[in-house]
């Protein structure tokens, strides 16, 4: 069965603290693995895709990397807008997303 | 462009009625899905439809959950006799047509509640 298992649960972080989320996942032939950004209220926001191992993408602040076992959310000099729930979904042979947890984040100024 | 939108953004509704939540996709996705995010779980997986193709129904949690797509676009999510376990945010989403790892897009979810 697909899983995926997000650590920390919370992370609060001063403002221009660096610091990275992980995203474990155990899948039968990754398709995909997505992060997604969520505030309170709020639908999931895309964030990024990552297809391959060793493939990276970059976003203002965030970086997402892949390896084959997991994947990191690495946040670079945070700001208080950056806070939120930060989560992470795989899809293996079935099209739908398999989703963590979530880590929910906090940036104070 | 718009993206996914949902309606209502919030129902609540009394134990044993029936409610009937919409989804407007993406114009021009082929792919729906429907996600239920219950307080303090994670999002979880109930239903996808992809173009004349029979839906997958695999998450479904029981037979008073059931939801259409007509003509490939609007879809509704329809839950009978609601329980207030029922309670939870449904959201939608949708992805373009291609090979299958698309990213999928998400509405804002409707937030149900039963009395």
């Known amino acids: 069965e697909d899983q995926v298992t997000q650590s920390p649960e919370a992370l609060r972080l001063q403002e221009g603290e660096s610091s990275s989320l992980n995203c474990s996942y155990t899948?039968?032939?990754?398709?995909?693995l997505f992060w997604y950004r969520q505030d309170p209220g709020k639908g999931p926001e895309f964030l990024f895709t990552?297809?391959?191992a060793g493939e990276e993408k970059e976003k203002e602040r965030l970086k997402a990397t892949l390896t084959k076992k997991e994947s990191f959310l690495h946040i670079t000099a945070p700001k208080p807008e950056d806070s939120a729930t930060y989560l992470c979904?795989?899809?293996?042979?079935?099209?739908?997303?398999?989703f963590g947890q979530g880590t929910r984040l906090t940036i104070n100024p | 462009g718009a993206g996914v939108s949902q309606s209502p953004s919030n129902k609540v509704t009394e134990k044993g009625k029936d409610v009937e939540l919409r989804c407007d996709p993406i114009?021009?996705?082929?792919?729906l899905y429907w996600y239920r995010q219950s307080l303090g779980q994670g999002l979880e997986f109930l239903i996808y439809?992809?173009?004349?193709?029979?839906?997958?129904k695999s998450g479904l949690p029981s037979d008073r959950f059931s939801a259409e797509r007509t003509g490939g676009s609007v879809s509704t999510l329809t839950i009978q006799r609601t329980q207030q376990e029922d309670s939870a945010v449904y959201l939608c989403?949708?992805?373009?047509?291609?090979?299958?790892?698309?990213?999928?897009?998400f509405g804002p979810g409707t937030r149900l509640l039963v009395l």
């Open positions: 989403a949708s992805s373009p047509p291609g090979s299958g790892q698309e990213t999928q897009y």
């Open positions: 979904a795989i899809t293996g042979g079935a099209q739908k997303l398999v």
């Open positions: 439809f992809q173009g004349n193709s029979a839906p997958d």
């Open positions: 899948v039968s032939g990754l398709r995909g």
């Open positions: 990552l297809y391959s």
């Open positions: 114009s021009g996705h082929t792919a």
